[in-house]
C-alpha cells in the first residue's frame, strides 16, 4: 500500500474484466517462459522486476524496474504509445502478485494475469470479484489457476 494514506484510497472502484479473449495452458506456459530471456536489466544485475504484455503471435512487450509496480506502470505506458490493448493478451509479472497489481491490471483493461510467484489472499478475492483471471505459481513445470479458469482453454 505504498504512498496511500488511507484504506480508503486502496478500495478504489476497479473495472470488470469484460474480454472475451481464451489462451491455451501452451501460451500461458509460452509467455512465461519467455521473461526471463528478454530481462536483459535483470541478466546483469538479478535484482529486478519485469512486467511483460503477452500476446498470441506478438511476443512479448517488457518493461523492467527495482520495484514491480514500477515496473507495471512502465508496461501500462508502453501500451498506451504502441496503440496495443491490455485486453488482447496476458500480463506477466516475475513478482508476486499484490492488491495493487491487481488493481492497475483491471485499470489497463487486462482479463489475465499470471504470476511467477503466489498472489496475496486479498489479490485473489479482488480478482475474483472483478472478473479477472488470476494464475499464480507460474513456473516451468505448470501454475495454479485462482480466479476465473473460464478462459484457460485446455487444448495445446
Given at each position: 500500500?505504498?504512498?496511500?494514506?488511507?484504506?480508503?484510497?486502496?478500495?478504489?472502484?476497479?473495472?470488470?474484466?469484460?474480454?472475451?479473449?481464451?489462451?491455451?495452458?501452451?501460451?500461458?506456459?509460452?509467455?512465461?517462459?519467455?521473461?526471463?530471456?528478454?530481462?536483459?536489466?535483470?541478466?546483469?544485475?538479478?535484482?529486478?522486476?519485469?512486467?511483460?504484455?503477452?500476446?498470441?503471435?506478438?511476443?512479448?512487450?517488457?518493461?523492467?524496474?527495482?520495484?514491480?509496480?514500477?515496473?507495471?506502470?512502465?508496461?501500462?505506458?508502453?501500451?498506451?504509445?504502441?496503440?496495443?490493448?491490455?485486453?488482447?493478451?496476458?500480463?506477466?509479472?516475475?513478482?508476486?502478485?499484490?492488491?495493487?497489481?491487481?488493481?492497475?491490471?483491471?485499470?489497463?483493461?487486462?482479463?489475465?494475469?499470471?504470476?511467477?510467484?503466489?498472489?496475496?489472499?486479498?489479490?485473489?478475492?479482488?480478482?475474483?470479484?472483478t472478473g479477472l483471471t488470476l494464475i499464480g505459481i507460474a513456473?516451468?513445470?505448470?501454475?495454479?489457476?485462482?480466479?476465473?479458469?473460464?478462459?484457460?482453454?485446455?487444448?495445446?
Amino acid at each position: 500500500m505504498c504512498g496511500l494514506e488511507s484504506l480508503a484510497e486502496a478500495n478504489r472502484a476497479i473495472p470488470m474484466a469484460s474480454c472475451d479473449l481464451r489462451v491455451s495452458r501452451h501460451e500461458i506456459e509460452e509467455a512465461v517462459a519467455a521473461l526471463p530471456k528478454r530481462q536483459q536489466l535483470n541478466m546483469q544485475t538479478r535484482a529486478v522486476h519485469a512486467a511483460a504484455f503477452w500476446e498470441p503471435d506478438r511476443g512479448l512487450v517488457l518493461r523492467e524496474d527495482v520495484g514491480r509496480h514500477n515496473a507495471l506502470d512502465k508496461l501500462a505506458g508502453a501500451l498506451l504509445r504502441k496503440g496495443r490493448s491490455a485486453a488482447e493478451g496476458i500480463i506477466v509479472l516475475s513478482s508476486r502478485i499484490s492488491i495493487e497489481l491487481v488493481q492497475k491490471t483491471s485499470m489497463m483493461g487486462a482479463a489475465i494475469i499470471v504470476g511467477v510467484s503466489a498472489p496475496t489472499a486479498l489479490a485473489v478475492r479482488t480478482a475474483g470479484a472483478t472478473g479477472l483471471t488470476l494464475i499464480g505459481i507460474a513456473r516451468d513445470d505448470g501454475f495454479q489457476v485462482f480466479t476465473h479458469p473460464e478462459r484457460i482453454t485446455r487444448y495445446w
